[in-house]
């Protein structure tokens, strides 16, 4: 079944009474993914702040704890969610202009990540099929 575009999904609740902070990380995900609420840019922000790869983010300590491929898998899947995201053309274009300025998160983390040649070939991938992407969408949106 096609998706509906961004605001014709019927009855949703309104962006006041969206538990943003206490919503299962794979509800955030759709959220991002579905651009249901274009005008709220902090639905993405919460959500690259809460999908990290360590599960105790309470302190403020991230990834200490973290294998470097469990890091890297998590910053792939969020840069992945976005450029998804940024590129499908039945999202509102603020929304995806949001994604947009959002993908330096992830991939600055990534950027940070590399450490041999086989991973600065996947970000450099990741890099391109992002700049590819937005080349083709960049008139379109922002």
């Not at 309104?14 to 509800?27: K, Y």
């Not at 902090?42 to 105790?56: A, F, G, K, T």
């Not at 983390?109 to 890099?127: H, P």
Request: one cysteine or more; proline letters at 5%.
């Amino acid at each position: 079944m096609p998706r509906k575009p961004a605001g014709q999904s019927g009855t949703q609740p309104r962006q006041s009474e969206l538990p943003l902070n206490t919503m299962p990380i794979t509800m955030l995900r759709a959220l991002v993914r579905n651009g249901d609420y274009p005008d709220n840019h902090l639905i993405i922000s919460i959500w690259l702040e809460r999908d990290r790869c360590c599960e105790d983010t309470e302190h403020g300590v991230f990834c200490q704890s973290c294998s470097h491929a469990r890091q890297w898998s998590t910053y792939v899947q969020q840069a992945q969610l976005l450029i998804d995201t940024m590129a499908d053309e039945l999202i509102a274009k603020q929304w995806r202009c949001s994604c947009v300025n959002h993908m330096f998160r992830p991939m600055s983390s990534l950027k940070r990540l590399v450490r041999d040649d086989v991973s600065a070939m996947e970000f450099r991938r990741i890099e391109y099929e992002y700049l590819l992407n937005f080349e083709y969408i960049k008139n379109s949106l922002c």
